[in-house]
């Protein structure tokens, strides 16, 4: 009989894959994680370039080529003003991988890792495949992380918790005194916190804040050119954090991916060490759709925390009421794929162009109307 790994069997399919398949070909989707701009040119030149000088032939060095390396680490220092160097920076197929290598060298079997509920999907399911055990820990009513929340959770068995500001699903930002809590209960119960960062360029009000700022032993940060210059499809993310976890993920990057894929790298390298007008641009254009799916939210008669990042809103919603968009040809998440304490709400993406967030704003009342 086929055998599975138990690790295995305890994952699924993320269920937000079904409720795209449940809605017409023309529905308006507000429900992906994917920025609707393209890549910047400068980037994608700068792999042409690559490619074609015959640098991305080889496998790069494990870590990633040192330019890039060297790229991260400044912007690191430009926008936390943390210094990082890049011998702990490894360059990962994106911020997926970078939490897989932080899991998979930090959990052993039947410790527990601290997961923001609702929260991002792969916490759960790179939990499990580390052999730890997911903990939901709930947010505030106001949807951020609570770090005396995370606190009270802490057991003799925790071995990380993961924080992530902005944040998925929700758009909240964590405030700078949360999120020196993250780091003062990271160095004081000497847990390690996974602080994922993959939104950090996309916060409107407030500015973002790294619990690597104030903790560098206990802190590993993830991030990615995936959301911050749209660049989901080229597979780039890094991972940093003190040398000695550093080279612990290093061992299982080695042998899960060998390196990034080199065009991306230089890619990334270009758009990391470019101009940044392009990510002021997109962080423009979300908070004026921000306002926009405020506002038509409150029309709409749904509560919801004002998101301050990212590019989600997360309102409560009445029962039935995704099911109620999806006939009406809007595709939004239900709240629950996040996590159980994200039930009764749903999740909305605004990485979609204005006229369509107008359209989908009208049918959502309508929506809500109908199930309200
Ligand atoms: C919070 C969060 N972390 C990590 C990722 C993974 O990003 P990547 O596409 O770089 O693997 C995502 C993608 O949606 C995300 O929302």
Redo the contacts with the bound molecule.
Sequence with gaps: MTHFSDRVERISISGIREVFEAAGADAINLGL?QPDFPTPDHAKRAAVDAIEAGDTDAYTGNKGVPELREAIAARHEADLGVSVAPDDVIATA???EA?HLAMEAHVDAGEEVLIPDPG?V?YDALAKLAGGEPVPVPLREDLTIDPAAVEDAITDDTAAFVV?SPG?PTGTVSSEADVREFARIAREHDVLCVS?E??APFVFDGEHRSPLEFERDNVVV?D?C?KRYSM?GWRL?WVTGASERVERMLRVHQYVQACASAPAQFAAEAALSGPQGVVDEMREAYERRRDLVVSGLADAGLECPTPQGAFYAMPRVPEGFVDECIERGVIVVPGEAFGEHGAGHARISYAAGEDDLRDALDLIAEAAEAVR
Excluded: E, I
Aim: a negative charge.
């Design positions: 994680g994106g911020g997926s939490l991002f792969a992530n998925n994922d993959v939104y993830v990615a995936s989901t993310g």
